[in-house]
DNA sequence: GAGTCGTGATTGACACGTCAACTATGCCAC
DNA sequence: GTGGCATAGTTGACGTGTCAATCACGACTC
């Protein structure tokens, strides 16, 4: 058995192809208006939350990448943009000098305040308001099951490590 | 009235970083798959599933454009890319010299076909067969809950054009 | 048929992401 | 203290996406 799996019916991609355009649409429309109200990518500001939530606004840069999920490279790359708009700032870490430590500067500070409450206000908007609560609760719901699913490893791969 | 809406709770944003994170998981993990199984980008994909679809397999760039929803721009770095794979070919339109057409390739047709079976199935693992079947129907309400309000000019701008 | 305007498509600059090297330390065994 | 290996971080190449500018042509007017 197993191998030849069956194939989404018309009703189940055509409810997958709402589903993954939407969210594309809605993230897309968070960002440019995250951009165009505060100057900032989404990128930017999950990196200054994590910096403005940190004791002394001071990260080691591995620890930010795994605060938010990020690769080491992409995380790297990213710094040295904000870097040079700066928002940030890095040092060499005292304790591994291997290491090296983000540092929120003045301008980070102050963007990311001027970017917090129209960033959430966008939330509300585009997002929640769009929902009963009955449908946002759902939306919870169906992010966990996923979640779940995804981490179970057959999920990623059925039938494909059969060697 | 008006200016000041009310933010998100707590349980609200949790919700929302939920559901947007997983959203852009399961994304990442489709792509990964589509790239490992079968060589090719979501965009390839959706470029050769249109011109599949096409009369001749040709059509015009910016008809396909908007088969596809993508800025012109966008599809025109596209397109460059694939043709440099040969997966299609650009053509000059005969009855409107300013026009392109575009054309599927026998490599891009093959690589189209070896695609199809391996990415419904991805989609059936990864998403469909995440969820009960009343949360797949929620999740197409939801669905489509967002994309009314999305296009309603308002959700774009509370209060951001009152000059 | 010259002027103007809209449309079809491309281009260049740049932000963002991934992957695969690569550098530089730390760390442990012996 | 040297060899071997893991860890921290950076870098380069390249695919992808947006924006603004540009080019070329069609269409319409006079």
Redesign the interface.
């Known amino acids: 058995m197993a191998g030849a ?4 019916t018309r009703d ?2 055509s ?2 192809r ?10 897309n ?1 968070l960002t440019a ?1 995250l951009q165009h109200d505060t100057g900032l990518s989404p990128g930017d500001y999950a990196v200054l939350l994590a910096l403005s939530e940190a004791p002394g606004s001071r990260v080691r840069s591995s620890e930010l990448a795994s605060l938010i ?1 990020w690769e080491r490279s992409r995380l790297s790359h990213h710094l040295g943009r904000m870097e040079r708009r700066r928002l940030i700032r890095r040092e060499e870490c005292a304790s591994d000098s291997r290491g090296a430590e983000v540092v929120l500067q003045p301008t980070g500070a102050d963007a990311f305040h001027a970017a917090t ?1 129209p960033h ?2 966008a ?10 609560p009955e ?16 981490s179970r490893p057959a ?2 791969a ?1 039938e494909r490590s059969r060697t």
């Open positions: 799996r069956k194939l989404p189940e991609l409810t997958w709402e589903f993954i355009e939407t969210t594309e649409r809605l993230r429309m208006r999920g409450a959430l206000r939330i509300r908007e585009l997002f929640i308001d769009a929902l009963t449908q946002l609760a759902a939306a919870g719901e169906i992010a966990a099951a996923l979640q779940t699913h995804l999920s990623n059925t």
